[in-house]
């Protein structure tokens, strides 16, 4: 049985026609724009999921890089004021091996000064806003210089002032140096006032070494590098900081996490004792298992800023944590909430930090990046080992500059030789930090190259899964232009018959 087409069937089938060409047209119109094969997942599912995780590896690749571009620079930066610190300390070291007089001596004491300051101002060196040597603590400058002699304008003596020591007042003091008598030292006799000149103590002569003593490990020296005397009405102001920190031992208060849910408070309690460790320590506690009460909820403590973590501690513990225990100087925190529903948040941190004595202010944390998955690299030498003896430290550096500039100021040829051998160890030190930086630097530029590598293969890939042949597309796009217009040519055609033109 013959079938019958109506004009129905024609139409639909005229209208299904024109808009399959025409959405072929406009997806190769969209391809030639694009130059993807894979504008929306609907296009090839299989293809846009390779091309996500195409995507996803070469931004994980992109962070890397950027990780390692800025370990790099850190370390290139390291590396140099290093190499210059080294520098310093052999010209130090060639100072006390030329020690000859005691004339000599009294130069080489004040180049030896100087070497001092130089030195100290490249371990405060910054690497943008962050000190390069402070550990982790980087928004804090680990050395602080804490003395500041000043002479007065109208004195007469024009000869050198140098102060030296280690301060170990724990407050910031005033003092002043009155010239009673004139003279050279030896000759020269002072007075000494802590209140700004409002008493003075009795007059004593100036050593012929020409350093003073002050009282609390400070010491003012009066070089004979002058034309004139030390002149009766003289005056000299030393000032001595702790730099918001004391030399001795300390426990800062401690400190709540920014997002931390517990809105009451820490402090340190009571029965902590006076921090008694050999080196700065950021100690953590954080509340792990969903949190709690104040008193029941389970935590952890770390001594070392957080990178390790101790044992889940469960036991009741009223409203303290002990996070050293350590007979002599227990550090214990103290928590109260707010109120009675006032709770612990899983992962709650809280951080206390403890300084031993010393004038380093920075701790001995390290600083490290992401290399790859599961992999970190550390990219800073702390000042703590560079230039202390604690840690990996073998020297203090700033204390044997100093003893070596006293023991050449009062001619102790066996100090000097004792402070010149451990300027060696010192030197030897600084090299072996000069050599480690280098060799990270080495270590972080392979894996740059294996990423670039990695990432060209990945890119490749990539484009092979989504981009288009162009020249492909423009053909099949002609064609299809053509077949459209075709479509558009006969629809219109069809659309003029009528009855009329089947009677005949």
């Given at each position: 049985m013959p079938m019958r087409i109506t004009n129905n069937m024609r139409f639909t089938t005229i209208v299904d026609n024109l808009n399959r060409a025409q959405n072929n047209y406009s997806s190769l119109m969209e391809q030639m724009s694009s130059q993807k094969k894979i504008n929306r997942p609907s296009d090839d599912p299989v293809g846009a999921t390779r091309v996500l995780d195409y995507r996803s590896a070469r931004d994980s690749i992109a962070q890397y890089g950027r990780n390692i571009e800025n370990a790099n620079a850190w370390l290139e930066i390291t590396e140099t004021k290093l190499g210059?610190?080294?520098?310093?300390?052999?010209?130090a070291r060639n100072a006390g091996i030329?020690?000859?007089?005691?004339?000599?001596?009294?130069?080489?004491?004040?180049?030896?000064?100087?070497?001092?300051?130089?030195?100290?101002?490249?371990?405060?060196?910054?690497?943008?806003?962050?000190?390069?040597?402070?550990?982790?603590?980087?928004?804090?400058?680990?050395?602080?210089?804490?003395?500041?002699?000043?002479?007065?304008?109208?004195?007469g003596f024009d000869g050198s002032v140098y102060t030296g020591g280690t301060?170990?007042?724990?407050?910031?003091?005033?003092?002043?140096?009155?010239?009673?008598g004139s003279g050279a030292p030896g000759t020269a006799t002072y007075e000494l006032s802590?209140?700004?000149?409002?008493?003075?103590?009795?007059?004593?002569?100036?050593?012929?070494?020409?350093?003073?003593?002050?009282?609390?490990?400070?010491?003012?020296?009066?070089?004979?590098?002058?034309?004139?005397e030390l002149t009766a009405g003289d005056l000299f102001y030393v000032n001595a900081y702790t730099g918001?920190?004391?030399?001795?031992?300390?426990?800062?208060?401690?400190?709540?996490?920014?997002?931390?849910?517990?809105?009451?408070?820490?402090?340190?309690?009571?029965?902590?004792g006076t921090y008694g460790g050999d080196r700065n320590r950021t100690y953590a506690v954080k509340f792990v298992g969903g949190g709690g009460a104040v008193g029941d909820a389970d935590y952890r403590v770390s001594s070392d800023g957080g990178k390790t973590?101790?044992?889940?501690?469960?036991?009741?513990?009223?409203?303290?944590i002990t996070v050293d225990d350590t007979v002599g100087h227990e550090i214990v925190l103290s928590l109260t909430a707010s109120g009675p529903t006032d709770l612990l948040a899983d992962n709650d941190?809280?951080?206390?930090?403890?300084?031993?004595?010393?004038?380093?202010?920075?701790?001995?944390?390290?600083?490290?990046?992401?290399?790859?998955?599961?992999?970190?690299?550390?990219?800073?030498?702390?000042?703590?080992?560079?230039?202390?003896?604690?840690?990996r430290g073998a020297v203090d550096l700033f204390a044997t500059l100093e003893s070596l500039k006293t023991a050449l100021e009062n001619g102790d040829r066996e100090g000097v030789n004792a402070q010149v051998d451990r300027l060696t160890a010192a030197q030897d030190s600084i090299r072996q930090y000069v050599a480690e930086s280098g060799a990270r630097m080495s270590s972080l530029n392979i894996s740059?190259?294996?990423?670039?590598?990695?990432?060209?293969?990945?890119?490749?890939?990539?484009?092979?899964?989504?981009?288009?042949?162009?020249?492909?597309?423009?053909?099949?796009?002609?064609?299809q232009e053509t077949a459209l217009q075709a479509s558009y040519a006969m629809s219109v055609q069809i659309g003029k018959l009528s009855i009329l033109d089947y009677l005949g």
């Open positions: 210059n610190i080294g520098d310093l300390i052999a010209e030329n020690n000859q007089s005691s004339e000599t001596a009294q130069v080489l004491a004040q180049n030896v000064g100087s070497l001092l300051e130089e030195i100290l101002s490249l371990a405060n060196s910054k690497f943008g806003d962050r000190y390069l040597f402070s550990g982790s603590a980087t928004d804090g400058a680990p050395f602080e210089r804490i003395i500041q002699p000043v002479a007065n304008s109208a004195n301060y170990t007042g724990t407050a910031d003091k005033s003092c002043t140096v009155r010239i009673a802590d209140d700004g000149g409002t008493t003075w103590s009795a007059a004593a002569t100036v050593p012929a070494s020409g350093t003073v003593s002050l009282g609390d490990g400070l010491t003012v020296r009066f070089g004979d590098d002058g034309t004139t918001g920190r004391s030399t001795d031992a300390r426990t800062d208060t401690p400190r709540a996490a920014a997002n931390n849910g517990f809105a009451g408070t820490v402090s340190l309690d009571a029965s902590s973590w101790g044992a889940i501690q469960t036991a009741s513990w009223g409203n303290t941190l809280f951080f206390v930090n403890a300084t031993a004595p010393g004038v380093y202010g920075g701790n001995g944390e390290d600083l490290s990046i992401a290399t790859g998955r599961g992999s970190r690299m550390t990219y800073n030498v702390t000042g703590e080992e560079a230039f202390t003896d604690r840690g740059k190259e294996n990423y670039q590598v990695l990432d060209n293969k990945i890119g490749g890939l990539l484009s092979e899964t989504e981009d288009v042949d162009l020249e492909q597309v423009i053909v099949e796009f002609k064609m």
